[in-house]
């Protein structure tokens, strides 16, 4: 295949929202618009129907929340589209996090009624930080909520980022009548129960055919009174400032009923970056087009086929080409290994992969040689940065009640931990036979909880620890740290890491002062 040309048709993008405002809804929406599935499912799928694609864990159909990072390829218009479906609930933001990494660009969620909410303010703080382009989709049209202009201006004000309406909303709630392409003089008019909405070309905004739509005459003279102010005070779009996550393409619609879904693909298709240039550790630009291969673990995955208690890990492909059964330098360990078994993927299915270009993921069967965060070349010795590991809120310990399946428990969650589920800190003097488990949420203990029952048969206890801060100490000089400190035990993280964990801030604020040469951050690998 043409390298430089399958390169340029890559796009990869994750979609970042606030719980509950519909992210895996339109992610199988999109996965029904791309071809890929004949069916969408439904966030909780009841007996007999189906479920949504992208949550293949049990514990995701069964709650009807997504807990880990899916990836899903299609074709759309000539283009490999990577989605990278991400967690919306705060307790994975760290999973969130990382899977933005491996993205290019963002599509942003926003629950029409609620507006800009917590979790995605953080989230867009991340995409802010790395200058990524974003584009927005307000969700649930279908129900009453904030007027359109309101929506734009929370967004605005809220984040720090202009949008640019590419369509318009035609009333809403049981009023919607549609939406009007500012860019393409079209009306989609849609009716519930109606799959497919009546596509109609008009003059433009002011054109009588739109009115006929409307069941209210005051939701036509609405719609004239907005997109007369619209056009005041909204710039021309422009796809550098795009590019430079500057501006954000807007679009309305509703997930749950399909509306507006394929417009959202249309715009994705027209503006979304190919694949990006990355920097190294040393600060060197790897352009896409290099035809030296590199990628880098963003995330890795235990147990996505029980019956083989396989470990995949998933590679962003940055720059060369992928060939399945290639030799490749592993930077960390300073050794070659030989790439045997690659597969994409489609949530938890997948299918054995020849090649694979930039912007690509790529599943590696793991035999435990992967941690996140590690790169892989055709030889170059260079590293992609450090993945952060962000500070754990609440800490236990585990037991289980046979004692005879102790070891089996400690391998289960050194797995774990190496996924990133959990962070496992252990104390020197006891070792890993006893770790500390440290979450940055509540839900995390309850999905090792259920993990460590579903796939491995364990029935494991919490006991909870007193601690409630975890900083990683560094030497201000930059030397080698020792194996304790003054006033607290050093453990070690699942990297080696040297780690104080404490009880509150002012035990912190204490031990700053007792080691005047240490410096304590609440990030790994930032």
């Known amino acids: 295949m043409d390298f430089i040309k399958e390169t340029g048709r890559r796009r990869t993008f994750a979609i970042i929202s606030h719980p509950d405002a519909g992210k895996t809804t339109i992610t199988e929406k999109i996965l029904y618009q791309g071809g890929v599935i004949r069916e969408a499912g439904e966030v909780k799928g009841k007996s007999g129907t189906k479920a949504a694609t992208s949550d ?10 997504s807990i880990t990072s899916s990836v899903m390829q299609f074709d759309f218009r000539g283009l490999r589209v990577n989605l990278l479906d991400t967690p919306g609930h705060k307790d994975f933001g760290e999973d969130t996090y990382r899977t933005l990494i491996a993205a290019d660009c963002a599509a942003m969620l926003i629950d029409s009624a609620k507006g800009v909410e917590n979790q995605t303010r953080k989230l867009y703080e991340v ?15 279908d129900r009453e909520g904030k007027e359109a202009l309101e929506i734009v201006d ?15 909303p ?13 860019l393409e003089n079209k009306v989609y008019h849609y ?26 005459d005051f939701i036509y003279d609405k719609f004239l009174e907005e997109m007369e102010l619209l056009e005041i005070a909204i710039d021309p779009f422009s796809k550098e400032e795009f590019l430079q996550g500057k501006v954000s393409p807007m679009s309305f619609g509703s997930a749950k009923f399909n509306w507006g879904v394929d417009i959202f693909l249309e715009i994705f298709a027209d ?29 890795i995955q235990a147990n996505m086929d029980r019956k083989h208690r396989d470990r995949v890990a998933f590679v962003r492909v940055c720059s060369g080409q992928f060939e399945r059964g290639m030799k490749v330098l592993h930077v960390r360990l300073k050794r070659d290994i030989r790439l045997s078994y ?36 055709s030889g170059q010795k260079f590293m992609y940065p450090d993945m952060p590991r962000f500070s754990p809120e609440v800490f236990a310990k585990l037991s289980i009640k046979d004692p005879l399946k102790r070891k089996q428990m400690q391998k289960a969650v050194l797995q774990l931990g190496e996924e990133g589920t959990v962070q496992i800190f252990v104390d020197p003097f006891v070792g890993i036979q006893d770790p500390v488990i440290g979450v940055v949420g509540e839900l995390q203990f309850d999905v090792l909880l259920y993990r460590l029952n579903d796939e491995y048969g364990l029935d494991v206890k919490l006991d909870r620890q007193p601690f409630g801060v975890a900083r990683w100490a560094h030497k201000k000089d930059g030397s080698e740290i020792g194996k304790s400190i003054n006033g607290g035990t050093l453990y070690r993280d699942i990297a080696e890491n040297p780690v104080v964990l404490l009880n509150r801030e002012w035990d912190l604020r204490w031990i700053e002062k007792e080691n005047p040469d240490l410096e304590f951050k609440s990030t790994a690998g930032l």
Not at 129 to 139: D, E, S, V
Not at 191 to 214: N, R, S
Not at 271 to 298: D, M, Y
């Open 191 to 216: 009716t519930k129960g109606k799959v497919e909405p009546e596509i109609f070309d008009v003059t433009g905004w002011q054109d009588e055919k739109i009115k006929a739509i409307c069941r209210e």
């Open 170 to 182: 035609i009333g809403m709630g049981d009023l919607f009548a549609g939406l009007y392409h500012r």
């Open 342 to 377: 690659a597969t994409q993927f489609m949530a938890q299915d997948r299918e054995t992969v020849e090649e694979a270009f930039p912007g690509d993921i790529v599943g590696v069967t793991d035999t435990g040689n992967f941690q996140i965060g590690d790169t892989i070349t």
């Open 271 to 299: 503006f979304a970056p190919p694949p990006l240039p990355r920097l190294n550790r040393a600060g060197e630009l790897i352009e896409p087009e290099n035809k030296k291969f590199s990628g880098f673990v963003f995330k």
């Open 127 to 141: 995409c802010k930080l790395k200058k990524m382009p974003i584009f927005t989709f307000a969700n649930k049209m």
């Open 154 to 168: 929370d967004v605005e004000s809220t984040l720090g980022i202009k949008c640019y309406p590419v369509t318009w």
């Open 56 to 65: 293949w864990m049990t514990m995701e159909q069964e709650r009807g929340v």
